[in-house]
């Protein structure tokens, strides 16, 4: 039995301090509110962010200190923006060698820096290469359920990787390592843009054609970046990539998709946010990958619209017209070809 720190009691970190309990573990999950602390120790449940009853195993704490003291792992899994407070906190109160996991997927803006980026800088307690990433397919709902779901963990570590695992995985939650850390945190990251054009095109009234369409030539770019920072293309064939982008895409758990579908009905983006009540990670990611694309000189058409109708004030049909006009091409001229290249004999 290992005891871990959960550093962030939204529905995902609530999820997988599930999945850490029904595995035995001693689990500390921590919260800045005071009241949620209360109400998890006091009730065994987090019901704002997550309609399940909490293993005993669980027990909620404001202070970090308490939470993180002695712990064998500790799980960072807060949005984007709070990563680096959280880890400056973190840093100052850890107490001794532990493992460092993050289930955050976003990008910094104007940095453009990963999430085990900003950890490594933040925190002189780790190393960068000992970082590890957990992503894949997995709406917190359906893992709090303990219905069958698949995930990656990733590090350069290899060894770290696999220490994550064995502490993940069981009959419901399938874990597999990767030593790709950059293409996995991409591929969680980037994935987000394209859930929200799918919301947006569902919003829309557009169907299947229009939405399969978004998911394949979202993957086509999501791998062009990814490919040009140095990812490994395979890895956006596998779970952190198409895996996730399936599930975020196509379903009404994915609160990216939800603020997509708002804003293709018309809201304005700032109603839309305060209607969601939670981070749109996908939003500051739009922008972070607008970035991207400019600086690495990548061809980023879906994600350019996004911008534009996030931060422009363009409207969704507009940028369908603009995307369905853009000058002809060839399909194979992305993730083919670059799997051609690095693998043709």
């Known amino acids: 039995m290992a005891k871990v720190a959960v550093l962030g009691a939204g529905s995902w970190g609530t999820a997988l301090s599930i999945v850490l309990a029904d595995n035995g573990h001693e689990v500390r999950l921590w919260s800045h509110r005071p009241e949620q602390v209360q109400t998890i120790n006091e009730s065994n449940r987090n019901d704002r962010y997550l309609d399940a009853a909490l293993p005993p195993e669980i027990r909620a704490y404001e202070d970090m200190g308490e939470a993180v003291r002695g712990t064998d792992a500790v799980v960072i899994v807060v949005p984007t923006k709070a990563i680096r407070e959280v880890c400056r906190k973190l840093d100052d109160v850890v107490d001794r060698k532990t493992s460092i996991v993050h289930a955050s997927k976003g990008i910094e803006p104007v940095t453009l820096k990963r999430v085990s980026q900003m950890i490594s800088e933040e925190m002189r307690q780790c190393t960068y290469e000992d970082i590890v990433v957990l992503s894949g397919p997995s709406h917190a709902e359906e893992v709090a359920m303990r219905q069958p779901t698949t995930v990656t963990v990733a590090s350069l570590n290899e060894e770290e990787a696999r220490l994550i695992q064995d502490l993940f995985i069981n009959e ?17 990251a980037l994935k987000n843009i394209i859930a929200l054009g799918a919301g947006i095109s ?10 399969a369409a978004l998911i394949t030539r979202g993957l086509a ?3 062009r970046l990814g490919t040009s920072m140095g990812a490994n293309p395979l890895s956006f064939l596998g779970l952190s990539g198409v895996g996730d982008l399936i599930v975020t895409c196509t379903s009404t758990h994915s609160r990216n998709w939800r603020a997509g579908n708002l804003l293709g009905k018309g809201n304005r983006l700032d109603d839309v946010l305060d209607e969601m009540g ?6 500051r990611t739009v922008k972070a990958a607008h970035q991207f694309a400019i600086d690495q000189n990548v061809e980023m058409p879906i994600t350019s619209g996004l911008y534009q109708i996030l931060f422009e004030e363009k409207t969704p049909k507009d940028v369908v ?12 001229d992305d993730l083919a070809k670059q799997l051609m290249e690095r693998y043709s004999c």
């Open 202 to 211: 569902d919003g829309l009234g557009y169907g299947d054609n229009a939405k």
């Open 321 to 332: 017209e603009q995307l369905m006009n853009r000058t002809k091409r060839e399909e194979m």
């Open 278 to 283: 939670m981070v749109v990670e996908g939003v």
């Open 172 to 188: 419901s939650f399938r874990v597999y390592t990767s030593t790709d850390l950059l293409g996995i945190e991409f591929g969680g």
């Open 221 to 223: 770019e999501i791998s």
